[in-house]
């Protein structure tokens, strides 16, 4: 595991961009998992700088996104389908027909679960997965529960996570309940893992991730046993953490 510590939520993103470029440029058919919340928001900034450029080109590039909620259709705002585009998308040359995301609006959640998985492992699995940190150590939507969650689920978003992404909505009873989300099989089959965390909220759940018990209490702690995972995180994701704590000196520190 490596952690870039940077000073901000700027350098973030910019480190984490150039991991990304590098994935492109070294594998331009490449499949991308990505990512949304406001993490990644100055990463894909950053991309869409480099493309208009000329730096980058995403015609051959594949993505899959790790979740969406479900009742949620692309035209509504608060998707994830139109984050993606609005975030992403629309500022670079990805072909749209290159681009997944689970169906919000299917009817049968088995089925879309089911769909949602064969188009992973027909696109060969993931070559670089992108992951922001929930502030109760979720990744994608797999929430903190009793059992790691294989496959593509629906799943009932716990209080804490719903109140955290309040935010985006008019209120709390806006934030839908129910999200469809990748399962930590997918996360962990990718060929790499790029954790991208900022702020002091996250603090605690970095802790956990890195140091904590490998418990589905906190699904962001199954990440110590990935074997190319790299953390680009600023000062005060990092708060609560000491070099120290790495006693088994997995841990690369730049
Ligand atoms: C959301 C998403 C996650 C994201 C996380 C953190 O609920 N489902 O993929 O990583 O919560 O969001 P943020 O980056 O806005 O803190």
């Known amino acids: 595991m490596r952690i870039y510590s940077?000073?901000?939520y700027d350098e973030m993103s910019r480190k984490a961009a150039n991991i990304v470029s590098a994935q492109i440029i070294l594998k331009p058919d490449c499949v991308l998992g990505l990512?949304?919340?406001?993490?990644?928001?100055?990463?894909?900034r950053q991309?869409?700088?480099?493309?208009?450029?000329?730096?980058?080109?995403?015609a051959q590039v594949r993505s899959v996104n790790l979740d969406e909620y479900k009742g949620l259709s692309p035209e509504n705002e608060q998707s994830y389908h139109y984050y993606m585009n609005k975030n992403l998308f629309n500022g670079i040359n990805i072909k749209p027909e290159n681009t997944h995301l689970p169906d919000g609006m299917a009817k049968d959640e088995e089925k879309e679960c089911l769909r949602y998985d064969?188009?992973?492992?027909m696109m060969g699995g993931v070559d670089l997965q992108i992951l922001g940190l929930g502030e109760n150590g979720h990744i994608g939507f797999n929430e903190p529960c009793?059992?790691?969650?294989?496959?593509?689920?629906?799943?009932?978003?716990t209080d804490s996570t719903i109140t955290a992404n309040a935010r985006f909505f008019e209120n709390a009873d806006m934030v839908p309940k129910y999200a469809f989300s990748v399962?930590?099989?997918?996360?962990?089959?990718?060929?790499?893992?790029?954790l991208v965390v900022s702020g002091k909220a996250k603090a605690h759940a970095l802790y956990q991730t890195l140091f904590g018990p490998i418990n589905p209490r906190v699904p962001s702690s199954i990440l110590q046993l990935h074997p190319d995972v790299t953390i680009v995180a600023d000062k005060d994701a990092l708060s609560h953490i000491d070099r120290k704590d790495d006693?088994?000196?997995?841990?690369y520190f730049y």
């Open 47 to 58: 991309l869409i700088e480099w493309y208009q450029k000329g730096d980058l080109d995403f």
């Open 183 to 194: 399962g930590i099989r997918t996360i962990m089959m990718a060929k790499k893992i790029l």
């Open 118 to 121: 064969r188009v992973v492992k």
């Open 35 to 44: 990512a949304t919340g406001s993490t990644p928001e100055g990463l894909y």
């Open 247 to 251: 006693k088994s000196g997995d841990i």
């Open 6 to 8: 940077v000073k901000n």
């Open 146 to 157: 009793e059992n790691f969650a294989k496959g593509t689920h629906c799943i009932r978003l």
